[in-house]
Every structure is written in C-alpha cells, then in structure tokens.
T-cell receptor, first 113, second 113 residues
C-alpha cells in the first residue's frame, strides 16, 4: 500500500530550464513533507521540506509547493543544472503519531547540458 | 562532524544465512531508523530506535530485527535470508525525532545468492 506516489520514474530537462517533480499522497493526516536527492552509491541527502501550514517553501533554486486539498506536492528546480541529475524522493509523515517517513519510489532526473 | 557510517558497504550472502549490518549515527543523534531500498519500491521503513528502544516498526517479517546500544550505534539483523532480501539497506539518524529530516548513511548493498 503505497501512501506516497511518484508516478514519473524519470524526467529529462534541458540545462537552464525548469524541472518539475511531482508527488501524490493518500493519507490526509500527513503534515510534514520532505524531498531527498540521491546520487548512485550514496545515501539520500535532505533537500527541502514543507509543513502543512504552508503551501510553498523556497530555498535558492529549489521550491516545494503543497496542495493539501489535492494531496499533491511538487518540487521545482530553476534553473536546472547538470549537477542536479539524480534520483529525487519525496517523503511524508504524520508528525503526531510517530517517527516514520513514507517515501515515494523516486524520480530519476537527467539534466541535459 | 562525521556523518552516518554504515558497515560493511557491500555484502554477498547465501540463501538461508543470516546477516548483521551496522550503523553509527552522527554524534549526539539518538534516533536511528532503518530503510530497505529496492528498485520500484522506493524506501521501505523497517524500524526506528531511540534510546535503545524500538519506537516504531514497519511491515516486515520477524526475520528482520534490530537493536540499539547505549552509544546510539545500531545493528540490524536478517535471519534465514531470501533472494528477495537483496537490497540497499539505509540507516538514518536524527537528533530526537525525524521531524526535521534524517541524515542518511551511504547504505549497505546486500546481495543474496
């Protein structure tokens, strides 16, 4: 039962353009969301987070948008750079009930120079 | 400061054997979580330990177990290995709760033959 879904396994974007990675969730109790980036042979690294009290959080080239009514979040990378090529995971948790994060299956982003 | 250290990095075992993986969290981090990553499944939560106690557990069979020591180091054990246990096992630490995200180790790649 996949509570967090990333329906696009892969995405290719030209350098300098915008990358948009999408994530959907089913559990309405989720109130905290994160994006992680993973390079081959390395563990995931934390990228950006958003709490359900917000609908947008920005950190440099990375912006996460949250649409609670649609149970959807997205990560925007502008401008995309070749070094952004990696697998991106979204994760969600109900911060009131435990310390467990539910992860999506990941989207492999390729930024073409 | 040192990151999350997982040993060994790679492991090959035979079906039916058992295996123990080790994780040293970031100094001062008291919460350690374990995840299994397989292609197409994303990261699946195994369990979380805090102050030597299992605080949360995912939906894995009893062959998967773990423990945490007084210095916060953690081990996970898989008994009676099956081919389907082949995966990347990731350990993540956080100071108290993961509400602000984990720091992951590089993982242990387990191959069961």
């Amino acid at each position: 039962d996949q509570q967090v879904k990333q329906n696009s396994p892969s995405l290719s974007v030209q350098e300098g353009r915008i990358s948009i990675l999408n994530c959907d969730y089913t559990n309405s109790m989720f109130d905290y969301f994160l994006w992680y980036k993973k390079y081959p042979a390395e563990g995931p690294t934390f990228l950006i987070s958003i709490s359900s009290i917000k609908d947008k959080n920005e950190d440099g080239r990375f912006t996460v948008f949250l649409n609670k009514s649609a149970k959807h979040l997205s990560l925007h990378i502008v401008p995309s750079q070749p070094g952004d090529s990696a697998v991106y995971f979204c994760a969600a948790t109900d911060s009131n009930t435990g310390n467990q994060f539910y992860f999506g299956t990941g989207t492999s982003l390729t930024v073409i120079p | 400061k040192a990151g999350v250290t997982q040993t060994p990095r790679y492991l090959i075992k035979t079906r039916g054997q058992q295996v123990t993986l080790s994780c040293s969290p970031i100094s001062g981090h008291r919460s350690v979580s374990w995840y299994q990553q397989t292609p197409g499944q994303g990261l699946q939560f195994l369990f979380e330990y805090f102050s030597e106690t299992q605080r949360n557990k995912g939906n894995f069979p009893g062959r998967f177990s773990g423990r945490q020591f007084s210095n916060s180091r953690s081990e996970m054990n898989v008994s009676t290995l099956e081919l389907g246990d082949s995966a990347l096992y990731l350990c993540a630490s956080s100071p108290y709760s993961s509400n602000y995200g984990y720091t992951f180790g590089s993982g242990t790649r387990l191959t069961v033959v």
